[in-house]
C-alpha cells in the first residue's frame, strides 16, 4: 500500500491548483444558472492547465532520453487519466475530470479544433518537391508499406472478440479502420531521428522522410474515406461509398491546381493589404476551416480537408518563417500537449490488467510492427535499395507516435472503435514509436556514404551558408530608364531560375514614350525566361514555375520602400535614374530608400556604355575573404548563365611592409588561396566548371578592380560591401573611387 500512498502525494502536490479550482466549481455548481456555468469553465480552466504542465514537463523529460516530446505528452494524459490517477486517487480524478456529459462537450470542443491544427501542421511540414524528387523507391515503399500492415490491420479486425467492437454488426468497418490506423507512419517522429543523425539530406534519409509524407497522405485520404463511409451507414450503405470517393478526387484535384493558387493569392494579398503581422494567420486558419468544411459537405471527413489546406500554405512562396513560427508556436505549445494529454486521458490501461486484453494488445504491437517492417523491407528491395539500406527503412517507417493518437481518438469519437480497442491502440502507439529511434539510429550508423552523395551534400552545405540560395522574395524599386531595365532583368534571372515572386516599385510612374504601364513587370518576367532556361540548363531537371511578378505605381521611392519592407522581402534591388550626383554621393533618395530597408540591398547602375546583356557577361568580382565580397560573389554567379559568362575573380593582397615581409607574405598567400579557393567552391554550386582568378599586389584596391577590369574586357563588376554607419548611405572608400572612374555597369551589394 505504500507505492499508492506515495503516488497520491505526488499527484497531490501538482494538482493542488487543479483541485482548489475544482472545489471551488463544485461549490459555486450547487446554485445553478450562471454559477454553474461558471464552475464547468474553472473545471475546464484546470483541465487544460494540468494538460499543459504534466504535457510540456514530460514531454521535456522524454526529449532529454532521445525521444519524442509526444511520448511524453500521451504519459502525461495516461499519468492523469484513469489508468493512474483515477486508480490512486478517484474522488479526486472525479473532481477534476467529471464524466458529465456537458463537461466533456466542453473539452471535446478544443480536441476536435487541436485535430485540425495539428493536421494543418502536419500538411505544412509536408515536403512535396521532396516527394517528387525522390520519385520510384518512395512510391514502391509506400506501396508495399501501406498494402501489407493494411492487409494486416484487415485480418486482425475479423479476428478480434467481438467484444472488442462497438458494433459487431459492423465488423468489416471496423477492420478496415484498424487496418488504416496500423499502416499509417509518424512523419514527424521519422523526420526526428532522420535530422538528428544528420540523414535529412543523405539519399537514404530523403527516401525514408518521402516514403512517411506519401503514408501520411495517403492514409489520411484512406481514414476520411471509411469514416464518411461509417458515417453513411457503414456496410449496410457501401453505395454511398462512391460519394465520398469521388468527392475526395474532385477536392483533390481542385485543391493541387485551381486552389492552390487561390491560396497562394490569398496569403500574398493579405500579407500585402494588411498592417498587422498576425492577419495572415488568421486567413490560414479561415483557409483550413474553409476546407475542413468542403470537405465535410461531400462527405468526407474534415481531417483531409485540413491536412491539405496545410500542404498548400506550406508552399506558398511568400510565406515567412516568422509568420510560419507563430502558427508553429501557439500549436506546439498549446494544442499538442491539450490534444495528446486527452488522448491519453482517453486510454484505461488497467484494462490490460486482463489477461485476454493483454496477450491481444501484445499480438496487435507484433502484427503492427512486422507487418509494417515487413512492407516498408520488401518496398526498399524492390527499389533495388541494399539489404542495409531496406533494413534502415523498415526501422524508420515502424513509428505511430502522434498520427496514430490522431486517428485513433477520431476513431473512437465516431464510434469505430471501442474503449478497449482504443486503449490498446494507443498501448501499440507508444511502444512502437519507443522503439524506433534507437533502431533507426542503429540502422544508420551501418551505411557508409559514397562518392557521389559526398559530393551533392558539399553542394547543398554551400547553400545552406549562402546568400541568394536562401532568397524567398525579391522587391525592385525601378523607372523606365537604363539602371531601372537592368535592375529588372537581374532581378527577374534570379527570380526565374527557382520561381520566386517579385514586387516592382514602379517610381514615379516614369515609363518611357509610348510605353505602357506593364512595361517594367514584362521586362522582369522576360528576365525570369532567362532565369528558367538558365536553370533547366545547369541542372537538367524540370523548368521552376512561372515568376510572379506584381507592379505598383508610386511618387517617392523611400516612403513606398518604408510601406513595403514589412512584408517580408529578403533583398531590394534599386534602379533609377540620377542615382549619384555629379560629386559621387548617392542623390538623397536613394538615401531614403536604403535607410527604409533593413535587408541587403543591390543597386544597379547600367553605366555610359552600352548596357551587359545576360546572353554573354564579362564580369569581375573583388574578393578579400569578408563575408560581404562573398555575398557580391554569389550575387554574380546567380545572375549570369554558366554557359555564356566569364567570371574573373580578384584578390587585392595588402601591401607589404618593410620588415618581417616573408613571414607575413607567407600568410598572405595562404589569405589569398583559401578566400579563391572558396568562391571556385561558390561558382561550382552555380554551374561555373571555371572561374578565371587573379591576384594583384602592391596598388590601392580601387587601381587594382580598375586595371583588372579593363585587361579582362569585363562590361559588369559586382562589389559585395557593408554599409557604414551615418545619415546618407556610404560604402566605403574603394566603391567611391571605382564609381568615379568606371563607365561600364557595376552592382553593388550592401548588406
Same mark, same amino acid.
Given at each position: *500500500? ?8 505526488l !499527484? ?10 475544482a472545489?471551488?466549481?463544485a ?10 456555468n ?5 473545471i ?5 492547465g !494540468?494538460? *499543459? ?10 526529449? #532529454?532520453?532521445g ?14 487519466? %484513469? ?13 477534476? @475530470? ?16 487541436g485535430?485540425?491544427l ?5 500538411g505544412?511540414?509536408?515536403?512535396l518537391?521532396?516527394?517528387?524528387k525522390?520519385?520510384?523507391p518512395? $512510391? ?5 508499406g501501406v498494402?501489407i500492415?493494411?492487409a494486416?490491420?484487415?485480418?486482425l479486425?475479423?479476428a ?17 479502420f484498424?487496418?488504416t490506423?496500423?499502416?499509417?507512419s509518424?512523419?514527424?517522429i521519422?523526420a526526428?531521428?532522420?535530422?538528428e ?10 527516401i ?6 506519401l503514408?501520411?497522405?495517403?492514409g ?16 449496410t450503405?457501401?453505395?454511398?461509398f462512391v ?8 477536392? !483533390? ?10 491560396? @497562394? ?8 493589404s @494588411?498592417e498587422s503581422?498576425?492577419?495572415?494567420v488568421?486567413?490560414i ?7 475542413a468544411?468542403?470537405?465535410?459537405a461531400?462527405?468526407v471527413?474534415?481531417?483531409l480537408?485540413?491536412?491539405v489546406a ?19 508556436? @501557439? ?7 491539450? &490534444?495528446?494529454g486527452?488522448s491519453? =486521458? ?9 489477461p485476454?486484453?493483454?496477450?491481444l494488445?501484445?499480438?496487435?504491437v507484433v ?5 509494417? &517492417? ?8 524492390l527499389?533495388?535499395l ?6 534502415a ?11 496514430e493518437?490522431i ?9 469505430v472503435?471501442?474503449?478497449? =480497442?482504443?486503449t ?6 507508444v ?5 524506433? %529511434?534507437?533502431m ?6 551501418r551505411?557508409?556514404i559514397?562518392?557521389?552523395?559526398k559530393a ?17 522574395r525579391?522587391?525592385?524599386?525601378a ?5 531601372g531595365?537592368?535592375? $529588372? ?5 534570379i ?13 514615379n ?7 505602357q ?7 522582369a518576367?522576360?528576365?525570369?525566361? #532567362?532565369g ?10 524540370a523548368?521552376?514555375?512561372?515568376v510572379?511578378v ?8 523611400? #516612403?513606398a520602400?518604408?510601406k513595403e ?5 529578403d ?5 533609377v ?25 543591390a !543597386? ?5 556604355r ?9 564580369i $569581375? ?7 560581404a565580397s562573398r ?10 548563365p554558366?554557359k555564356n ?8 593582397a ?16 595562404r589569405?589569398e ?5 572558396d568562391?571556385?567552391?561558390?561558382a561550382a554550386?552555380?554551374g ?6 587573379s ?13 583588372e577590369?579593363?585587361?579582362?574586357h569585363c ?11 551615418g545619415?546618407s ?7 567611391e573611387?571605382? $564609381? ?12
Amino acid at each position: *500500500m505504500r507505492g499508492p500512498r506515495v503516488m497520491k502525494k505526488l !499527484l497531490a502536490a501538482a494538482c493542488g491548483a487543479g483541485l482548489a479550482f475544482a472545489a471551488t466549481s463544485a461549490l459555486a455548481a450547487q446554485s445553478g444558472g450562471v454559477i454553474a456555468n461558471s464552475a464547468q469553465e474553472s473545471i475546464l480552466v484546470a483541465e487544460v492547465g !494540468l494538460l *499543459m504542465l504534466f504535457g510540456r514537463g514530460l514531454g521535456e523529460a522524454m526529449q #532529454r532520453f532521445g525521444q519524442p516530446a509526444v511520448i511524453g505528452q500521451l504519459l502525461a494524459g495516461l499519468i492523469l487519466g %484513469p489508468s493512474l490517477f483515477g486508480w490512486v486517487w478517484p474522488d479526486a480524478h472525479a473532481l477534476i @475530470f467529471p464524466k458529465t456529459a456537458e463537461q466533456k462537450d466542453l473539452i471535446t470542443g478544443i480536441a476536435n479544433v487541436g485535430v485540425l491544427l495539428l493536421l494543418l501542421l502536419t500538411g505544412m511540414e509536408t515536403d512535396l518537391k521532396l516527394v517528387r524528387k525522390i520519385g520510384a523507391p518512395a $512510391l514502391a515503399v509506400t506501396a508495399t508499406g501501406v498494402a501489407i500492415p493494411f492487409a494486416c490491420g484487415i485480418g486482425l479486425g475479423f479476428a478480434l472478440p467481438a467484444s472488442l467492437l462497438p458494433d459487431p454488426g459492423e465488423r468489416l468497418v471496423a477492420a478496415l479502420f484498424l487496418g488504416t490506423a496500423l499502416s499509417i507512419s509518424s512523419i514527424k517522429i521519422v523526420a526526428m531521428v532522420v535530422r538528428e543523425m544528420n540523414f535529412m539530406r543523405r539519399n537514404l534519409g530523403q527516401i525514408i522522410v518521402a516514403s512517411a509524407i506519401l503514408e501520411d497522405t495517403a492514409g489520411w485520404i484512406i481514414v476520411s474515406l471509411i469514416l464518411g463511409v461509417a458515417g453513411a451507414g457503414g456496410a449496410t450503405a457501401w453505395g454511398s461509398f462512391v460519394k465520398p470517393v469521388i468527392g475526395a478526387a474532385a477536392f !483533390l484535384l481542385f485543391s493541387y491546381t485551381i486552389g492552390r493558387r487561390l491560396v @497562394f493569392w490569398l496569403i500574398r494579398k493579405v500579407n500585402d493589404s @494588411f498592417e498587422s503581422d498576425y492577419a495572415v494567420v488568421t486567413a490560414i486558419l479561415i483557409v483550413m476551416c474553409a476546407m475542413a468544411l468542403a470537405t465535410q459537405a461531400i462527405g468526407v471527413n474534415t481531417v483531409l480537408g485540413a491536412f491539405v489546406a496545410g500542404v498548400l500554405v506550406g508552399e506558398s512562396p511568400i510565406l515567412s518563417q516568422h509568420i510560419e513560427d507563430q502558427l508553429r508556436g @501557439f500549436i506546439t505549445a498549446f494544442m499538442m500537449p491539450v &490534444f495528446f494529454g486527452l488522448s491519453g =486521458l482517453s486510454a484505461d490501461l488497467t484494462v490490460l490488467a486482463n489477461p485476454t486484453i493483454a496477450l491481444l494488445t501484445l499480438g496487435l504491437v507484433v502484427v503492427a510492427s512486422v507487418g509494417k &517492417f515487413g512492407g516498408a523491407f520488401l518496398g526498399g528491395r524492390l527499389s533495388g535499395l541494399s539489404a542495409r539500406e531496406s533494413l534502415a527503412i523498415g526501422c524508420g517507417m515502424n513509428a505511430r507516435g502522434s498520427t496514430e493518437v490522431i486517428v485513433a481518438s477520431i476513431g473512437l469519437t465516431m464510434g469505430v472503435l471501442s474503449q478497449n =480497442l482504443y486503449t490498446m491502440i494507443v498501448t501499440m502507439a507508444v511502444v512502437t514509436t519507443l522503439a524506433m %529511434p534507437p533502431m533507426l539510429r542503429w540502422a544508420l550508423q551501418r551505411l557508409p556514404i559514397s562518392r557521389e552523395e559526398k559530393a551533392r551534400l558539399e553542394k547543398e552545405e554551400l547553400d545552406a551558408k549562402g546568400f541568394v540560395s536562401r532568397f524567398e522574395r525579391l522587391l525592385v524599386a525601378a523607372d523606365a530608364g537604363a539602371n531601372g531595365n537592368f535592375a $529588372l532583368r537581374v532581378a527577374g534571372f534570379i527570380a526565374g531560375q527557382r520561381g520566386l515572386p517579385i514586387t516592382v516599385i514602379e517610381v514615379n510612374g516614369r515609363r518611357g514614350r509610348g510605353a505602357q504601364p506593364s512595361t517594367l513587370g514584362e521586362t522582369a518576367v522576360e528576365g525570369a525566361r #532567362r532565369g528558367h532556361r538558365a536553370a533547366h540548363q545547369k541542372q537538367g531537371d524540370a523548368t521552376p514555375e512561372k515568376v510572379e511578378v506584381l507592379t505598383r505605381q508610386e511618387t517617392a521611392i523611400g #516612403r513606398a520602400i518604408s510601406k513595403e519592407a514589412s512584408k517580408g522581402y529578403d533583398m531590394l534591388l534599386i534602379g533609377v535614374d540620377r542615382m549619384r550626383g555629379a560629386d559621387g554621393v548617392f542623390s538623397r533618395s536613394i538615401d531614403s530608400a536604403a535607410a527604409s530597408f533593413e535587408g541587403p540591398i543591390a !543597386l544597379t547602375l547600367a553605366g555610359e556604355r552600352p548596357e551587359p546583356q545576360h546572353a554573354g557577361l564579362r564580369i $569581375l568580382v573583388p574578393v578579400n575573404g569578408t563575408e560581404a565580397s562573398r555575398r557580391g560573389a554569389e550575387m554574380a554567379f546567380a545572375m549570369s548563365p554558366p554557359k555564356n559568362s566569364r567570371i574573373v575573380a580578384l584578390h587585392v593582397a595588402e601591401r607589404r611592409p618593410a620588415s618581417g615581409a616573408r613571414r607575413r607574405s607567407r600568410g598572405g598567400r595562404r589569405t589569398e588561396k583559401a578566400a579563391l579557393d572558396d568562391i571556385a567552391m561558390l561558382a561550382a554550386r552555380y554551374g561555373f566548371d571555371e572561374i578565371e582568378t587573379s591576384v594583384h599586389t602592391e596598388v590601392s584596391p580601387d587601381e587594382a578592380i580598375l586595371s583588372e577590369a579593363e585587361r579582362s574586357h569585363c562590361d559588369l563588376i559586382v562589389i559585395g560591401t557593408t554599409r557604414r554607419i551615418g545619415d546618407s548611405l556610404y560604402l566605403g572608400q574603394t566603391v567611391e573611387s571605382v $564609381l568615379r572612374s568606371w563607365k561600364a555597369a557595376a552592382v553593388l551589394v550592401a548588406s
